[in-house]
């Protein structure tokens, strides 16, 4: 992967509305995908990934992902999101047998 | 298991001084990983290890030099700290080159 674009680096939401981060890379070979979340002052850890087969990717605390080949996205979505759901979502992607590319991240501010 | 952890937590320097950061892991994984994270910047890769005695410039790596004498520690130097080295370095380390990486903590680091 060249490049890992997250379009948003910030998305104020409501307390129990659904949210969309966006994700877009560029690759012209098969990828693996995966979607991370820094909690303040804390490490990163893994919210989902993509290896292979089904599209539609499911992780922790209710999130979800897409990958669409088509448009070389990944974006991640949760129907309703929580004041705990606070922190920034890092995209990041890798060529098989290549490091990880990262997106630049996306912090989610959570409105009550 | 303990996972990755990183010492110190936290460190002011002045301009000029040299450290050693150490990262840790307990998973027996072959590839180690220093990033830094500096605001709106994501995470930017310093160096990176492929296996014991084996070490990789990565994104970033001026100003830093690292060894891995030990499969299971990742050291980072700074031999002349500036302030352009303020930043949180992130130490991670993962069973394959392009799969998931498993962070520690984080290392707050100041340059006065």
């Known amino acids: 992967a060249q490049s890992v674009t997250q379009l948003d680096s910030q998305v104020p939401v409501f307390e129990e509305a659904p949210v969309e981060l966006r994700c877009n890379y560029s690759s012209s070979v098969s990828v693996y995908l995966f979607w991370y979340v820094q909690y303040p002052n804390q490490g990163l850890q893994l919210l989902l990934k993509y290896l292979s087969g089904s599209t539609l990717v499911k992780g922790i605390n209710g999130f979800e992902a897409e990958f669409n080949k088509s448009q070389t996205s990944f974006h991640l979505r949760k129907p309703s999101v929580h004041i705990s759901d606070t922190a920034e979502y890092f995209c990041?992607?890798?060529?098989?047998?290549?490091?990880?590319?990262w997106g630049a991240g996306t912090k989610l501010i959570i409105k009550p | 298991n303990a996972g990755v952890t990183q010492t110190p937590k936290f460190r002011v320097l002045k301009t000029g001084q040299s450290m050693t950061l150490l990262c840790a892991q307990d998973m027996n994984h072959e590839y180690m990983y220093w990033y830094r994270q500096d605001p709106g910047m994501g995470l930017r890769l310093i160096h990176y290890?492929?296996?014991?005695?084996?070490?990789a410039k990565g994104e970033v790596p001026d100003g830093y030099n690292v060894s891995r004498l030990k499969k299971q520690n990742f050291l980072l130097g700074l031999e002349s700290a500036a302030p352009s080295q303020t930043s949180v370095y992130f130490c991670a380390s993962s069973p394959s080159l392009a799969g998931e990486q498993f962070f520690g903590p984080g290392t707050r680091l100041t340059v006065l």
């Open positions: 990041a992607v890798s060529e098989r047998n290549y490091q990880l590319i």
């Open positions: 290890s492929v296996g014991e005695g084996t070490t």
